[in-house]
């Protein structure tokens, strides 16, 4: 141990020698992930702008399709994914005030609700496919024609995108109740906790815009 | 990241420190997840109540802002956190804006730059009399069947186009408002039968 701070007691052990102190560590932890956040709205803002681009140009294509949309089941999902962001922000919560059972049952919670994000957006594709209402060329709903293949391939690209975020928040949030479950997050070290949480947050921020843009056309 | 890195090596952490360690009450988060399911609710009966556009898709967005601004300032802990962190956030928001408006400035000024191409959508007239010509003649002689700027921007995308709407042509006698502004409205809701 050979580098400037292992003289300092105070200094946790998980600690890198580059960092002058564990806060330094995990600022630049989250600030990282902040600059990951800022990838991710300008990746989703493609799409949004496609939809902005297409949406100016068939304006009556957007109001009929939103039509096909059901839009009880998307605010069934919007208050899931609120209530899941809201356990999420309770779960960093319990990783600052050292609580393994509060850690623990949010994530879990956070788990739960994502699953139940899924099973309403897999009724909801089902329904849809069922239907014949696929996206751009597969498009084969008999009750409406003109440019709909459009609207669709932009709500499958949007919210299918968003549902792969969602598969894999899924998977860093298992990961993190394993982590705990083995101990891990109490020592002050909860940088993965706190990104997860940011990342699960910023999910919930893109369906808060695609959910009004996407069902309540009208 | 620091603020003040001078401050740091000198071994006093303590500002950085409250910004990580800030813990907000179970109150606080109760109240933001209250706050974000009436807006929730709000948006959706808003919807049901008919409101003409563009207002409700307004009304829509500024709900929308609101509903983000409280996940982003307390869940994810923007309030408390370095500044730094709100930079970068800010300056996403600010690049999509930059990105939207560069786009839609394209798009918006098409029509008054070069009325004759439209906005590379062929209206249903257009696509009748291409159909027509393509039963009996070869691509290059139907050329001039097509909208100008068509042809030069994008002669691949005309065959797709053929394919999937073939058999919209059949509209009856509304004919093309050639060469007026009005042309431009005419793509959105031609389209749409």
């Not at chain 1, 002058?20 to 990746?43: N, P, R, T």
């Not at chain 1, 850690?103 to 909801?124: P, Q, R, S």
């Not at chain 2, 906005?119 to 696509?127: A, G, Q, R, T």
Request: with cysteine; hydrophobic share 45%.
């Amino acid at each position: 141990m050979a580098h400037a701070h292992a003289d300092d007691p105070n200094r946790p052990e998980w600690v890198a020698h580059f960092f002058h102190s564990k806060e330094q560590q995990l600022s630049a932890a989250k600030f990282g992930m902040w600059l990951f956040l800022a990838q991710e709205v300008l990746f989703f803002s493609g799409l949004f702008c496609a939809y902005v681009a297409f949406r100016w140009m068939y304006p009556e294509t957007w109001l009929s399709g939103a039509d096909q949309l059901n839009k009880w089941m998307g605010g069934l999902n919007t208050l899931i994914l609120i209530a899941s962001s809201f356990t999420m922000a309770l779960a960093v919560r319990g990783a600052q005030t050292k609580s393994p059972t509060a850690l623990k049952v949010n994530l879990l919670l956070t788990i739960l609700f994502a699953g139940g994000f899924c099973v309403v957006k897999y009724f909801e594709y089902s329904h849809k496919f069922h239907l014949g209402i696929f996206p751009a060329d597969h498009y084969a709903y008999e009750g409406s024609t003109g440019l709909m293949p459009i609207f669709f391939a932009i709500y499958y690209c949007l919210t299918g995108l968003h549902m792969i975020h969602v598969v894999i928040g899924i998977g860093f949030l298992s990961w993190l109740l394993f982590k705990t479950q083995k101990g891990r997050f109490m020592d002050g070290n909860y940088a993965y906790v706190e990104n997860v949480g940011l990342y699960w947050h910023l999910v919930d921020l893109i369906w808060i815009f695609l959910f009004p843009l996407l069902y309540l056309v009208k | 990241m620091n603020r003040n890195p001078v401050h740091h090596s000198a071994g006093a952490a303590h500002a950085d420190g409250e910004h990580h360690e800030h813990i907000a009450p179970l109150s606080m988060y109760l109240g933001v997840f209250g706050a974000l399911a009436v807006l929730t609710v709000v948006t959706v009966g808003v919807s049901e109540l008919g409101i003409p556009q563009p207002y409700s898709l307004i009304l829509a967005m500024i709900v929308a802002t609101m509903k983000a601004s409280l996940v982003v300032t307390f869940f994810m802990h923007l309030l408390w956190d370095d500044r730094l962190n709100s930079v970068v956030f800010l300056g996403t928001v600010i690049f999509v804006a930059i990105f939207f408006a560069l786009t839609m400035t394209d798009l918006l000024s098409r029509d008054f730059l070069n009325p004759e191409m439209g906005n590379y959508v062929m209206l249903e007239e257009d696509k009748a009399r291409w159909n027509e010509c393509m039963e009996t003649k070869t691509y290059d002689e139907c050329r001039d069947k097509l909208p100008r700027g068509w042809s030069q921007a994008n002669p691949d995308a005309v065959d797709g186009h053929h394919g999937a709407e073939g058999d919209h042509g059949a509209e009856g006698d509304h004919g093309k408002a050639e060469g007026d502004h009005g042309k431009a409205d005419d793509h959105g809701t031609k389209s749409d039968h």
